[in-house]
């Protein structure tokens, strides 16, 4: 059977597979120029006729660039959809029937203009045989020169998104007719059936409903409603000799030999390590310094639904702890506060870690919740601040900007600091228009995003355009990896390296979500849930699959988080315990959190080197350190930060 390997390539053959169209075309005057195929768009949330009313609006996504009938769209364009009948199944209405029309859409521009599109066709969304979690992700294509380096592959060209549809395979050996549908049993389409020539969803022993992503084949009017077309499933012949894309040529990359899940936990290169099973280490030095004094106080009854970013820590040097927090003060806002208008207010301290004493302070706005500060190779830090980002190291000594043209969507790095991956949000709508669209579809719409790729020094490599529904990448120094998700709750992780090609380093199975993050040194961190008995449990890979360290998880542990140095010697797994079990996704308090334990392992081996538990753990992602020496460990604990010694066996 024929494959497709894009939506563009879906559309095209669409384009000569959709019978009658261009023969319409011809016999209602239109010129040829101005239609070049049908509009491939997909709907934007789960549509069910019990749930609208006639006058409501309905938002469809355009899949791929289309221009017809004096209207430019994009990718990623929105088209409003009105609906013009709604009826429900019952007992009095055996038949549910959903009209919709569509008569405005963004040409070209934020606002939306008249148009005048039918619905020719609907096919169901199915799931790739393997699917990036759902979500699109960059790929590492295009290729840069670093100033004195070698060819790099990085995280550009956003790929299209690739067909999760049915077309593609049902494409290849039928006709798609006007009033066709694919993938949906029980469900019929009349073209230009229902009130101003909307067209008519049937169902006859169930309600209408359409899952999210079902994809709309839209064709205009003046296509639509000419007289062979009127009929649904009128025989008419395909064209002769119409040209079907073909796929690339290139083969397949293999992948390597599959296990069936992360391999084995193998002594003495890697460690089974127990939860809490190792009390915490006796005798243990620890200095404390509080913080109230200097505006620190975390807000414990605040409702979270994940830790939140209110405070960070980094190492400027040894003996040089960063310290950013939000002192919840008062935000002075001007009287037309832009995308960009400061919503917090971080104090930033630098404490001597010996004595605790303050050696400098600063004030940054932040226009948004996200992360604060980065930890950077060379006892140096990356800080959002403002509409910025800056590396500051030594005595907060600020080392390089760039200003960033929009607000910051996602910020990777790679372990070794060599490479930046940074998405900035750039609105598509209008203010308008985006709140109606975040009421109707219950969350904030699509965005467009600009990525920057940037180098340790902020300069920037290369760039390209995506959209806000990209997947943050996961980024080694050796490449990018990516989570693919399989049936029956089963995953993948493949590894795109710098040099190209595809390799796999991991297969496992999961009952939740898979949370997948690299550190320093180079190394991955992966979150599961057992699929015998639903329990969290972590492991700590190489870059190339093989296991560090397997850790398992409580009842009441609800959230871990690893972190390294760039010296490679240890790195730190952080867990939080709650007084009662919390589920995935609940509400929780910052009151809830009982204790915290941190554990720092070797690198080589994932043995345990030491332990520490400290209770009134802070509700914030990190708020944990390992000093470049690897010789401390900082942690938040209530109002104060804790240092600890870390054991003398750690080092090289």
Known sequence: MKAFRSMAEIVL???????????????????????????????????????????????????????????????????????????????????????????????????????????????????????????????????????????????????????TSAVAAWT???????????????????????????????????????????????VPASVAFVPRAMAPHAEQPAEEGAAVPKTSDAAPVADLPPPTEFEPCQPPNCTEDLAVAIKQDAGVRAKSFELRSLGYSPRLQRELEVFDDDASLAWL??????????????????????????????????????????????????SDFGPILWQLSGNRALVHVGDELRIYSAGLTLESRIPLPGRLAFLRISPNGEMMTVAILKERHTVELHNQMRDSLGHDPEEDVSILILDKDLKTLTQAASTSEMMPPTLLNEGQVRLLAKPNQKYRLAMLPWSGGQQTIARFSSTCVPHVSSFAPDLLFVRTCNKANGAAEFQILRADGSLVLRGHSDSGDIGQEAAGTGRGAQFAVKVVHASTAILNGSIFHGSDLDWEEVRVYLVKDGKRVSTWRVNSPSPTSGGYALSPDEAQLAVFSGTSIRLFTVAAQGAK
């Open 317 to 366: 040097s040894s003996q040089e702890l960063l310290l950013a927090f939000n002192p919840h003060r008062l935000i002075s806002r001007s009287d037309h506060p832009g995308e960009s208008a400061p919503v917090r207010m971080i104090k930033a301290v630098v404490l001597d870690a010996a004595t605790g004493k303050v050696e400098k302070t600063a004030y940054w706005d932040l």
């Open 172 to 218: 290849a050996h039928h006709d798609l007719k006007l009033g066709d549908v694919v993938g949906i049993n029980g469900l019929t389409l009349h073209v230009g059936a229902g009130p101003e020539r909307s067209t008519v969803l049937s169902e006859a022993k169930h309600d209408v409903a359409l899952e999210r992503n079902t994809e709309f084949l839209l």
């Open 13 to 163: 053959a669409a384009v000569a597979v959709l019978v009658g169209l261009s023969e319409c075309a011809a016999a209602s005057g239109t010129p040829t120029e101005t239609y070049r195929g049908p509009l491939v768009a997909e709907l934007m949330a789960y549509l069910q006729v019990r749930h609208v009313q006639p006058g409501a609006s309905v938002y469809v996504r355009v899949v791929t660039d289309w221009n017809g009938s004096g209207c430019t769209l994009r990718h990623g364009s929105v088209i409003e959809a009105k609906v013009k009948e709604a009826v429900a199944h019952s007992k009095t209405n055996a038949e549910s029937d959903l009209a919709l029309a569509f008569p405005k859409a963004q040409c070209g521009g934020k606002e939306l203009s008249e148009v005048n599109l039918v619905l020719a066709a609907v096919v169901a969304s199915v799931d790739e045989k393997d699917n990036p979690s759902s979500l699109p992700e960059p790929a590492l294509r295009d290729s840069f020169m670093p100033a004195g380096g070698s060819p790099v592959d990085t995280i550009i060209n956003m790929r299209a998104r690739q067909s």
